[in-house]
């Protein structure tokens, strides 16, 4: 990994939410003004969202149980912020070698960097269920933004279904909220929650925490069921969603009315730039999904190009303010710069702590790979392009596709405007079982420019 | 060590290979299909997809008229159509003084075939009016057209298997050498490949195989650069590109029904030929959304979503190598398209298939010969 000497004359870090804006501090203590790229308009990145300006709800409102960690952080970020050089409402969407390509408001810039940072996070993990392309079915992050950004529902009657503590978080949200959660559905059952509990024992507090989301829920009387299988989000074109039809734990079929349904299975990081940079991905066998290929520090394997946060590893908020801080310390490190070797032992030992929870999380709240074998052939597999699994498992059988990119090729799953970000994880398992091979085997879809789609208006503006 | 024989084997799994394999089968040869990585995977599965014969070598056009002509038939031939429609072609100038220059193109009588019309002034921009004020002039091809080149190889390859060709993917040639009557193709994995006829059609690699043979050629490589929008309702059936000496303002788009607009031109970029993997280059885009706004202004309210390159070879005249080595009986040449051998696929097949099967073939392909690269006797000694 990287041990080539760099040069420490342009450091630039992409995302500004905990994992960016802890290595943004760390360096700035260290004497480096480095240059915070964001996507967003505001700092915080998805958890610590903030508010636009013109909003009024105070911290307990917006963030709940998170509330003092987000304050903390914000108010970190509002303390460097006249330091460093921070371009909000920015999109990386595209890179070469030492150069960044920007694209901010319709104007096209370039960004030279020595040494890059990639604190990209990630977003929703989702499995396709037939109906899903109904207007009304949003992902859990979609939901989650539409609340904390515009203070705004995303239907009158909302259903959370899918797996992992996001579905808690964002459901209990939306009940104090005032809004109407018609049910929680988790297809994870409780004995794997059990299982996973000496891991998450790693935790305790935040183990508490997800306890008492959940007891939140069942005092407003939410019906919470475990161990679902999804079915089918109910509804037509012309409407939209009008339910969701499961099947229980114990085998009978359960339908409950709702305009809207909210869908999530955890989270997959977002590892295009790297993938552009040329950094290694390696498989992840707890969460069955790539990931970046990073050292315990951030190093990524292309010299000066380092990594932290869910966008290299889904850890959670807390880890990516310490993995922040780490990566930081990993580049004074290669930079010869002295460090605080107590603050980094600090540093590594607590993200070793939630990396066991991390894996508690998984088997908790397993990937559900089995619904995507057993995905109707009608249901639609890649929504920007309606491509339907029965499409996608043709190519497989007619046309020798095992492997995603070429099934990409052949069907256009994950062609469209998400450039397979929300299709292409499903897709692989569609690929893989009707293949009988397993979803390692058959790869992952390579990433290719730009980034988020970018307008044909985009101008080149002299530096 | 086993050998697996056949009358044929192929290097190079793109279209003309794959082309080749199948129209070989149709004539009964046996054939062995070698390809190093997958089938079409990098400059016949990543083009523009034009099925274009105007704007080309005149020499060439009784090639790609052949070629033409099995495009219309390929639901027949391989079970697939390929998504080809034959939309029309327009081929457009910026400047009055090239109008004449699209004049003589059309009157050459190699471009009978292809019922070339001029537009200019008013009737022009009735015609095609969502064109931009400063295009002066076009030359239509009705019968021109587009197709989706993802599809095209993997399909001629999957017509070969069924006709009986074996078709070996992940396959890479270490050794290749003509020993007696016999080539001999030695792969990485110790397999061992004889044929009596040899056919290279490795694209980019094309001249690695030849030189080994006595035969070197000046080949570049370039990776096309590529680009689609986001879906919008079908409302430009016509393939439209841009005649011009300025490199930069080499542009062409083409909708396919499903709406996206597929666009491509301006700027190559130097693939990496270690990692074989190619990108496009960020002034590319930018360049592109620049022309493509001069020449189609509406299509300022769309979004780029995706762009790609892939591994192209280049020859210094533009023009292919094609035909019988000039050095070693039973060993033939089809490669170094020039980043214009997409319409030419299924007519090189077939015309490959016809000169190893018979000797000699009905449609000329003399300009492309190897030979226009060997060097004279004299030249041999002074490089000695």
């Known amino acids: 990994m990287a041990t080539a000497r760099l040069s420490a004359n342009k450091v630039v870090i992409v995302g500004a939410g905990p994992a960016g804006i802890r290595c943004a501090e760390t360096l700035l203590a260290a004497g480096f003004k480095p240059i915070l790229i964001d996507e967003n308009r505001r700092d915080g990145g998805q958890i610590y969202r903030r508010q636009p300006e013109g909003f009024t709800r105070d911290y307990a409102t917006l963030y709940g149980t998170e509330a003092a960690k987000a304050r903390d952080l914000h108010q970190s970020f509002d303390r460097l912020r006249g330091s460093i050089d921070y371009r909000p409402d920015t999109l990386v969407w595209n890179l070469t070698p030492g150069q960044l390509c920007c694209v901010s408001q319709g104007k096209h810039t370039t960004v030279e960097y020595d040494?890059?940072?990639?604190?990209?996070?990630?977003?929703?993990?989702?499995?396709?269920?037939?109906?899903?392309?109904?207007?009304?079915?949003?992902?859990?992050?979609?939901a989650q933004i539409a609340l904390k950004s515009q203070a705004v529902s995303i239907g009158r009657s909302v259903v959370f279904m899918g797996s992992g503590p996001l579905l808690y978080l964002v459901a209990s949200q939306y009940v104090k909220a005032g809004a109407n959660v018609a049910a929680v559905l988790d297809t994870s059952p409780l004995s794997k929650r059990i299982l996973a509990m000496p891991k998450l024992l790693a935790r305790p507090g935040l183990l508490f925490t997800g306890m008492k989301l959940l007891a939140q829920l069942y005092q407003a009387k939410i019906p919470v069921h475990l161990g679902i299988k999804p079915q089918q989000v109910l509804g037509d074109e012309s409407t939209g969603v009008s339910g969701v039809r499961v099947s229980t734990a114990r085998g009978e079929t359960l339908t409950v009315n709702c305009d809207a349904v909210a869908l999530g299975y955890h989270l997959r990081p977002e590892t295009q730039l790297a993938d552009l940079a040329g950094c290694r991905l390696r498989f992840d066998e707890a969460s069955s999904q790539w990931l970046l290929a990073v050292d315990e520090d951030g190093r990524t394997s292309v010299n000066g190009v380092y990594a932290a946060g869910d966008g290299s590893k889904i850890r959670?908020?807390?880890?990516?303010?310490?993995?922040?801080?780490?990566?930081?310390?990993?580049?004074?490190?290669?930079?010869?710069?002295?460090?605080?070797?107590?603050?980094?032992?600090?540093?590594?030992?607590?993200?070793?702590?939630?990396?066991?929870?991390?894996?508690?999380?998984?088997?908790?709240?397993?990937?559900?790979?089995?619904?995507?074998?057993?995905?109707?052939?009608?249901?639609?597999?890649?929504?920007?392009?309606?491509?339907?699994?029965?499409?996608?498992?043709?190519?497989?059988?007619?046309?020798?596709?095992?492997?995603?990119?070429?099934?990409?090729?052949?069907?256009r799953v994950g062609m469209g405007r998400c450039q397979g970000r929300y299709c292409s994880q499903a897709g692989a398992e569609v690929i893989a079982a009707a293949a009988g091979v397993s979803v390692q085997q058959v790869g992952r879809q390579r990433g290719q420019a730009p980034v988020k789609p970018l307008s044909m208006l985009t101008e080149e503006v002299s530096p | 060590?086993?050998?697996?024989?056949?009358?044929?084997?192929?290097?190079?799994?793109?279209?003309?290979?794959?082309?080749?394999?199948?129209?070989?089968?149709?004539?009964?040869?046996?054939?062995?299909?070698?390809?190093?990585?997958?089938?079409?995977?990098?400059?016949?599965?990543?083009?523009?997809?034009?099925?274009?014969?105007?704007?080309?070598?005149?020499?060439?056009?009784?090639?790609?008229?052949?070629?033409?002509?099995?495009?219309?038939?390929?639901?027949?031939?391989?079970?697939?159509?390929?998504?080809?429609?034959?939309?029309?072609?327009?081929?457009?100038?910026?400047?009055?003084?090239?109008?004449?220059?699209?004049?003589?193109?059309?009157?050459?009588?190699?471009?009978?075939?292809?019922?070339?019309?001029?537009?200019?002034g008013a009737e022009l921009h009735a015609r095609f009016p969502f064109l931009g004020p400063d295009v002066k002039g076009g030359s239509y091809a009705p019968h021109d057209g587009h197709a989706n080149p993802r599809l095209a190889a993997p399909a001629f390859a999957r017509a070969a298997r069924r006709l009986g060709a074996r078709i070996e993917e992940r396959t890479e040639v270490a050794e290749v050498q003509k020993v007696g009557g016999e080539f001999s193709v030695t792969t990485t994995d110790g397999r061992q490949f004889n044929a009596a006829q040899l056919l290279i059609t490795a694209g980019a690699w094309g001249q690695k195989l030849s030189a080994q043979f006595g035969e070197p050629v000046p080949l570049d490589t370039h990776g096309p650069q590529m680009a689609v929008t986001e879906p919008v309702p079908y409302a430009l059936p016509t393939v439209i590109g841009v005649y011009t000496k300025i490199p930069e303002e080499v542009i062409y788009f083409r909708q396919i029904p499903r709406g996206n607009i597929v666009i491509g031109g301006g700027y190559r970029s130097k693939p990496d030929m270690l990692n074989r993997r190619a990108y496009v280059e960020p002034r590319s885009i930018l360049n592109q959304m620049e022309q493509m706004r001069r020449l189609l202004p509406g299509v300022g309210n769309l979004n780029i979503i995706r762009v790609w390159s892939g591994i192209e070879g280049y020859l210094p005249d533009s023009l292919?190598?094609?035909?019988?080595?000039?050095?070693?009986?039973?060993?033939?040449?089809?490669?170094?398209?020039?980043?214009?051998?997409?319409?030419?696929?299924?007519?090189?097949?077939?015309?490959?298939?016809?000169?190893?099967?018979?000797?000699?073939?009905?449609?000329?392909?003399?300009p492309f010969s190897i030979n226009r690269f060997a060097l004279s006797a004299e030249q041999r000694s002074k490089a000695s």
């Open chain 1, 115 to 142: 040494a890059l940072i990639l604190c990209t996070g990630a977003t929703d993990r989702l499995m396709p269920i037939e109906g899903w392309q109904l207007a009304g079915t949003y992902s859990l992050g979609g």
């Open chain 1, 316 to 411: 959670g908020a807390d880890a990516a303010e310490h993995a922040g801080r780490l990566v930081a310390m990993a580049l004074l490190e290669d930079l010869q710069q002295p460090l605080n070797a107590g603050l980094r032992d600090e540093q590594r030992h607590a993200l070793a702590v939630m990396d066991q929870f991390r894996l508690g999380l998984a088997q908790a709240f397993p990937w559900p790979a089995d619904q995507a074998k057993a995905l109707p052939d009608a249901a639609i597999v890649c929504r920007c392009e309606m491509i339907s699994a029965g499409e996608l498992r043709r190519t497989v059988s007619e046309k020798g596709a095992c492997e995603v990119n070429r099934a990409k090729a052949f069907s």
């Open chain 2, 1 to 120: 060590m086993t050998v697996h024989k056949a009358d044929v084997v192929i290097v190079g799994g793109g279209l003309m290979g794959s082309a080749a394999a199948f129209f070989l089968r149709q004539r009964g040869q046996s054939v062995i299909l070698l390809e190093r990585d997958q089938i079409g995977q990098y400059a016949s599965g990543v083009n523009f997809g034009n099925v274009r014969r105007q704007g080309r070598f005149l020499g060439q056009l009784a090639l790609a008229n052949r070629s033409w002509a099995l495009w219309k038939r390929l639901p027949e031939l391989i079970d697939d159509d390929l998504e080809f429609i034959a939309s029309g072609h327009m081929r457009v100038c910026y400047r009055e003084d090239e109008i004449p220059e699209l004049e003589a193109y059309a009157a050459a009588p190699e471009a009978a075939q292809l019922d070339l019309k001029i537009f200019r």
């Open chain 2, 320 to 366: 292919p190598v094609m035909g019988p080595s000039g050095t070693v009986d039973g060993l033939f040449y089809a490669f170094g398209f020039c980043g214009h051998g997409f319409q030419l696929g299924p007519g090189v097949g077939d015309v490959m298939a016809e000169l190893i099967s018979t000797g000699s073939t009905s449609t000329s392909i003399e």
